[in-house]
């Protein structure tokens, strides 16, 4: 282990390349340019994609009574928990598409510009600000700023505790600096259960390169607050596991290629391939000095740092899931921070280890702007970002709905989206009434949607209503979920038969909407619908 790590100058590491020498006017000009620039691909778009199953799911709890909310959390959905409580205040702003997703792109802005403070603190001005050029134009950041979740809200409070954390040992006798990163950590966990895997990155490290003002009793202490903090979370971990992630496929080479790709922005092999050279660029520029000087352990700690932050995480999902599967591309935005600052550092290297090539540095920021550009038009072009259609398919049931009809879904999680379009077209588009919705039993309790209903079970819920909309998808892939279709609809034959199909649109599997009546109501089936 080395010891001996030092601050630089007054906490911030001095620029290799001159630019500190531009005035903080011009860095401020650039930086706000950045974020508006950033805001605009963010704004672009935004209400393109109908809620999915999820984000339906985010405004459902939200909206849950006090009792009801905690509840849920306490035995099924403490993942993400806060960003729940949050968005309950947020929607007091409104219900639409475009008000509940700008909270997650209000996070997402905010993660620019503290990637910028945190890439200064750890590389330089120029280094923060070429870091926030990157993260405004990912387009895998711009997707889940768009996205009513809180996996933006991950990505800043990623940022925030790897900054606290740099300002406590740079500041080793500002006690703030260590109170505000044990709480924003733990705020991290339980804005997602993987930001463990986030703390744990960020002291990897330090079994290396310890930085000379870091104590073992400031450890210890640091270790308790946030085993303390983030209690109900472990305990939640260990008491209520019930398959949350059962729907996660085992990874593939051709998945995590995909990943890859979508993780540096879309931009096919090419950005990927770049990202790559720069990031093992930044890491040789770190260690291209053999000298043990306190300036090259302080850059390679850092360096180190960003690193573990980007890799572990990853690394261990990947190669948990070759036992049960937890790795998934979103569940990564946790490292997605990491990802644009180790790039921007290895862009600014570029004039360090090519000092005879001048125009490198302007050159490459441009191929990979431009790159980034063309990852945003190729999401937003193709198959990917056209969601699923749920408005469309609630707006066909509800045209032709009847009274006494009732809805089935499956999967049930289908009835979310369901729910928050159905509303909105009986506020704002005329609509007069909607179906029962008889399966899943009850819409507040998460536990319910992981249910795969048999045949007695769905005979059970059918009633005595005349008709019935059966509303399909998500049950191509799985064994399970094919044989839960099948007893859904011999139950349904037993004493109904189909009318009407439609098929609609949908990025996860189409949505199949189904009427089946009873053959005595045959004629009350509007024709031609």
């Given at each position: 282990m080395v010891t001996g790590l030092k601050p630089t100058g007054p906490g911030l590491v001095k620029d290799q390349s001159g630019f500190s020498a531009t005035s903080s006017a011009v860095n401020?000009?650039?930086?706000?340019?950045?974020?508006?620039?950033?805001?605009?691909?963010?704004?672009?778009?935004?209400?393109?994609?109908?809620?999915?199953?999820?984000?339906?799911?985010?405004?459902?709890?939200?909206q849950l009574p006090?009792?009801?909310?905690?509840?849920?959390?306490?035995?099924?959905?403490?993942?993400?928990?806060?960003?729940?409580?949050?968005?309950?205040?947020?929607?007091?702003?409104g219900d639409s598409e475009a008000v509940i997703r700008g909270l997650s792109l209000l996070f997402g802005l905010a993660s620019i510009f503290?990637?910028?403070?945190?890439?200064?603190?750890?590389?330089?001005?120029?280094?923060?600000?070429?870091?926030?050029?990157?993260?405004?134009?990912?387009?895998?950041?711009?997707?889940?700023?768009?996205e009513a979740r809180g996996y933006s809200l991950l990505f800043l409070l990623s940022i925030l505790s790897t900054y606290f954390l740099v300002r406590a040992i740079e500041?080793?006798?500002?006690?703030?600096?260590?109170?505000?990163?044990?709480?924003?950590?733990?705020?991290?966990?339980?804005?997602?259960?993987?930001?463990?895997?986030?703390?744990?990155?960020?002291?990897?490290?330090?079994?290396?390169?310890?930085?000379?003002?870091?104590?073992?009793?400031?450890?210890?202490?640091?270790?308790?607050?946030?085993?303390?903090?983030?209690?109900?979370?472990?305990?939640?971990?260990?008491?209520?596991?019930?398959?949350?992630?059962?729907?996660?496929?085992?990874?593939?080479?051709?998945?995590?290629?995909?990943?890859?790709?979508?993780f540096t922005g879309y931009g096919g092999s090419a950005l990927l391939t770049a990202y790559g050279a720069l990031g093992l660029i930044a890491i040789f520029a770190a260690y291209r000095n053999t000298q043990r000087t306190p300036a090259t352990v302080d850059?390679?700690?850092?360096?180190?740092?960003?690193?573990?932050?980007?890799?572990?995480?990853?690394?261990?999902?990947?190669?948990?899931?070759?036992?049960?599967?937890?790795?998934?591309?979103?569940?990564?935005?946790?490292?997605?921070?990491?990802?644009?600052?180790?790039?921007?550092?290895?862009?600014?290297?570029?004039?360090?280890?090519?000092?005879?090539?001048?125009?490198?540095?302007?050159?490459?920021?441009?191929?990979?702007?431009?790159?980034?550009?063309?990852?945003?038009?190729?999401?937003?072009?193709?198959?990917?970002?056209?969601?699923?259609?749920?408005?469309?398919?609630?707006?066909?049931?509800l045209a032709r709905e009847q009274d006494g009809d009732a809805a089935f879904f499956y999967r049930a999680s289908g009835s979310r989206p369901f729910t928050y379009y159905a509303h909105r077209e009986i506020e704002g588009h005329g609509a007069t009434s909607s179906p029962a919705i008889i399966f899943p039993l009850d819409l507040s309790n998460a536990e319910l949607f992981n249910v795969e209903p048999n045949q007695e079970q769905a005979r059970a819920v059918l009633g005595d209503h005349q008709r019935i909309w059966l509303i399909l998808q998500h049950y191509e892939n799985l064994s399970e979920r094919q044989a839960a279709k099948r007893a859904i609809q011999e139950a349904l034959q037993e004493t109904y038969r189909m009318f009407q199909e439609q098929v609609f649109a949908g990025t996860s599997g189409p949505i199949h909407v189904l009427l089946y009546a009873r053959d005595s109501g045959s004629e009350s089936v509007p024709a031609g619908k």
């Open positions: 401020s000009v650039l930086l706000a340019l950045i974020i508006v620039a950033g805001a605009i691909f963010r704004f672009h778009a935004l209400t393109k994609r109908n809620f999915w199953d999820d984000e339906a799911a985010s405004v459902i709890f939200a006090w009792s009801s909310f905690w509840r849920t959390i306490a035995n099924y959905e403490a993942n993400m928990s806060l960003y729940y409580f949050l968005l309950r205040g947020w929607l007091h702003f503290a990637t910028y403070l945190l890439g200064r603190r750890l590389f330089g001005t120029k280094a923060g600000l070429v870091s926030a050029a990157l993260s405004a134009v990912n387009m895998f950041q711009i997707r889940y700023s768009q500041s080793p006798g500002q006690k703030r600096y260590w109170f505000g990163y044990v709480v924003v950590s733990a705020l991290g966990v339980y804005t997602h259960i993987f930001f463990y895997l986030v703390v744990v990155a960020q002291w990897l490290p330090m079994a290396f390169i310890r930085p000379a003002s870091l104590r073992f009793r400031t450890i210890v202490q640091t270790a308790a607050g946030f085993i303390l903090l983030t209690a109900p979370m472990t305990l939640f971990i260990l008491t209520k596991d019930k398959a949350q992630l059962n729907w996660v496929p085992r990874p593939t080479v051709f998945l995590l290629l995909e990943f890859a790709k979508l850059e390679r700690w850092r360096t180190n740092l960003v690193v573990s932050w980007l890799a572990f995480p990853i690394a261990f999902t990947v190669l948990v899931s070759f036992h049960r599967p937890i790795f998934y591309d979103r569940f990564m935005a946790i490292s997605a921070p990491a990802l644009v600052l180790l790039v921007g550092k290895g862009l600014v290297d570029l004039e360090v280890v090519f000092p005879r090539l001048r125009l490198l540095f302007a050159a490459s920021l441009v191929v990979v702007i431009g790159l980034s550009l063309w990852g945003i038009y190729r999401y937003d072009a193709g198959r990917i970002s056209q969601g699923d259609d749920w408005q469309l398919a609630t707006r066909y049931v």
